[in-house]
């Protein structure tokens, strides 16, 4: 499906019928790679440039470390040696420090809001904020929002009840079961259709049910106790939220069974199937009412489908046919209370703080604002978004980001001239695919209207409108050529992400901000954390082990010559055996399959990065220093991509990332990377089979 293949730079990289000749998409308004980037002045650099005013943090550095034994030690020593972890995260590093600092700003512009709207924006923000912030009316509220949604559920007597319960909650973005989502076809990529994918787990992922591996087993306890007190909140006594957390867990079991693991919705093959709406109705799960179903989320006349896995809804079906009916009522009523505990008082947001708590780490539940800030984020994004814009992107910024975007796909372009394990034909095509990769930079050309009533009295019921209007939107686009410029993240966000059906990345502004990026950091740091760890990272995602299966125009297509692909398997193998040695904490490996692409995008971006910055370096009249405070400006270039990464994390947390993350451990996102690196021995000047510079490496890009 469209959201499993999605690829996002950060651990926070997260698609009727077919219309008659749908003309391709518009591009992004960006430029193309070949084009001049837009006019500004030169920028110069004074000789006399300390290293804190090139962008790396010199408190950061530990210089008792070697760089040639442990390059993350080095890098982020100094780091790890004072910084503490916030009661209420999980981590504490160089993106959650950016993270922190948009949202400070972001909660001053939202208190601002409420305190004295001005303008329909700010009064839209401000009520939505206001409501979130007032916890004695939602105190006073009880569970009185939650009614209306649990009212389908206690209907259900049997299957057919079930599956209009199901509806019901499909209908107000609450997803047990399965999802419905729009999504480009992966075999006609102009095309919108609607996509149906595996959902309804409470758990991080479908192992965590049956596994004991790490802290799988206790995690698996503590949640089953966790379900008890959330139907205790409802009303239950003791020994029946007991019952019913059992049946719940029963049938969640039961759904984790069917649904496929994270390694296999790697494959894009193993998770497209155009059954289409024939195929559901007669073939793959005729008892449930489909036709009901689609005319319910306002899709009657769509025909166009896909599914993750035939065999998925086939179980859904006999889950719903042959279940007790109280078991389905229970589960039913879980996902609710689930969804909507963080919309209630104070009880219910605690216990849904319990498992944060058990599977991250944290110890304090995060404060009010914050958690205000972050819906609001959620539901008004690009509203929120545009003071920060304003505020945090202004000047040149742009222009440099697409600047450095452009160097970065020169050097791709090159290395594709080079690679030796692609012959001429598939690097014909892959060049081609190059040309049309899109980037869209900073923030959308035109900003989102959000056409949904907003009151400053009624929390959980902005949240329900705002989840309604949102799916509504999602799903107006089965049936529409493809919009290339409705962006997947919000301008504030620390991150970026990569979409193989449109070949476009995106970067938006909240990742292009100190100490990622800055216009007047020295040109080395730009491109060693920005242009490796991002940039580069996204657009090798393009040709990762998942992008790759995409052409140029974003359809699934075996593009690729058997010796190319033979050749290309050989050296992911080579990234996939390597990180599979690594352990997040002691006992617990990384998954070297499940990481593959995030490994392979790491490693690739700095590469093509390190490249880029060579190139541009000898063009530039004058050019940046060589030489500041004892580093080479080689040196700075790795030095800023290893402290983009500088973070601590719970035991809790990593445990996590090392079962259910497509991406590593910082450590090894840094470690892991310097050591396939060719420019990083002879920068640091590190003896051949040191640590951080082995005789064999692996590389793909």
């Not at 014909?428 to 695919?433: G, L």
């Not at 996204?538 to 058997?562: C, I, P, V, Y």
Request: glycine share 8%; charged share 20%.
């Amino acid at each position: 499906m469209r959201l499993a293949i999605v690829v996002a730079a950060l651990a926070a990289c997260s698609s009727s019928s077919k219309p008659p000749a749908a003309p391709p998409a518009a591009a992004p308004t960006a430029a193309p790679p070949s084009a001049t980037a837009p006019s500004r002045p030169a920028h110069t650099w004074s000789s006399q440039m300390t290293l804190a005013e090139t962008g790396i943090v010199p408190g950061w550095i530990d210089k008792t470390a070697d760089p040639c034994n442990d390059f993350f030690a080095f890098a982020c020593g100094g780091f790890l040696k004072t910084a503490t972890i916030p009661a209420d995260r999980s981590s504490w590093g160089t993106i959650e420090l950016v993270v922190k600092d948009a949202e400070d700003f972001l909660h001053k512009v939202l208190e601002d809001a409420a305190r004295a709207p001005g303008d329909p924006v700010a009064q839209k923000l401000g009520d939505y904020y206001a409501a979130c912030m007032d916890e004695p009316a939602i105190e006073r509220a009880a569970a009185a929002p939650i009614a209306a949604l649990l009212a389908p559920i206690a209907k259900v007597t049997d299957g057919k009840t079930a599956a209009a319960a199901v509806t019901a909650l499909h209908a107000q973005r609450i997803f047990p079961m399965f999802r419905i989502e729009q999504q480009q076809d992966f075999g006609d990529a102009t095309q919108v259709i609607a996509a149906l994918d595996q959902a309804g787990l409470g758990l991080p992922d479908r192992d965590y049910y049956f596994e004991s591996k790490g802290n799988m087993a206790k995690a698996r306890a503590a949640y089953l106790a966790h379900l008890g007190r959330l139907f205790e909140l409802l009303g239950q006594t003791a020994k029946l939220a007991r019952t019913s957390a059992a049946e719940a867990m029963r049938v969640e079991t039961a759904l984790a069974r069917l649904a496929q693991d994270k390694v296999a919705r790697r494959d894009p093959h193993a998770v497209y199937h155009r059954v289409d709406r024939a195929g559901l109705e007669t073939k793959i799960a005729p008892s449930f009412p489909w036709g009901a179903y689609l005319k319910a989320l306002g899709l009657p006349g769509v025909t166009a489908i896909t599914v993750n896995a035939p065999a998925y809804y086939t179980g859904v079906a006999a889950v719903l046919r042959s279940e007790q009916p109280a078991a389905l009522r229970s589960y039913l009523t879980e996902v609710v209370l689930r969804s909507q505990a963080d919309l209630l008082g104070k009880a219910w947001v605690d216990e849904n703080f319990t498992m944060i708590r058990e599977l991250r780490g944290t110890k304090e539940l995060p404060p009010r604002w914050r958690r205000c800030m972050q819906q609001t984020d959620r539901d008004l994004g690009e509203l929120l978004g545009q003071s920060y814009v304003q505020a945090r992107f202004g000047g040149d910024a742009k222009s440099r980001a697409i600047e450095l975007t452009r160097s970065v796909l020169g050097a791709m372009r090159s290395e594709l001239d080079h690679l030796p394990w692609m012959d001429d034909a598939t690097r014909v095509a892959a060049q081609h695919k190059l040309e049309k990769m899109a980037y869209l930079v900073g923030f959308p050309d035109t900003w989102r209207s959000y056409d949904f009533a907003v009151s400053r009295t009624d929390h959980a019921g902005n949240v329900g409108a705002a989840r309604r209007w949102e799916l509504a939107r999602q799903l107006a686009k089965i049936g529409k050529p493809v919009d290339r410029l409705d962006w997947g993240m919000t301008p504030p966000t620390v991150n970026a992400y990569y979409d193989p059906s449109l070949n476009e990345l995106a970067l938006p502004a909240g990742q292009l901000q100190p100490p990622f990026f800055g216009p007047t950091f020295h040109p080395a740091v730009n491109f060693g954390s920005t242009g490796g760890g991002t940039i580069g990272h996204e657009m090798t995602h393009g040709f990762d082990d998942e992008g790759s299966q995409f052409d140029a125009d974003g359809n699934l297509r075996d593009w690729w010559s058997k010796a190319t692909k033979d050749r290309f398997a050989e050296a992911t193998a080579c990234v996939v055996e390597q990180y599979a040695r690594y352990e997040a904490v002691p006992g617990v490996k990384l998954n070297g399959k499940l990481t593959a692409g995030e490994n392979i995008a790491d490693n690739g971006g700095v590469k093509l990065a390190y490249q880029a910055y060579q190139t541009w370096k000898t063009q530039q009249h004058p050019a940046p220093p060589s030489q500041v405070e004892g580093f080479s400006d080689d040196q700075l270039y790795f030095l800023a991509y290893g402290q983009s990464w500088c973070e601590k994390q719970t035991p809790e947390s990593l445990e996590l990332t090392a079962h259910a993350n497509p991406h590593s451990p910082p450590r090894w996102r840094v470690n892991g990377v310097i050591v396939n690196q060719p420019g990083f021995g002879a920068a640091f000047k590190c003896a051949a089979s040191t640590p951080m510079n082995p005789p064999t490496q692996c590389s793909v890009w």
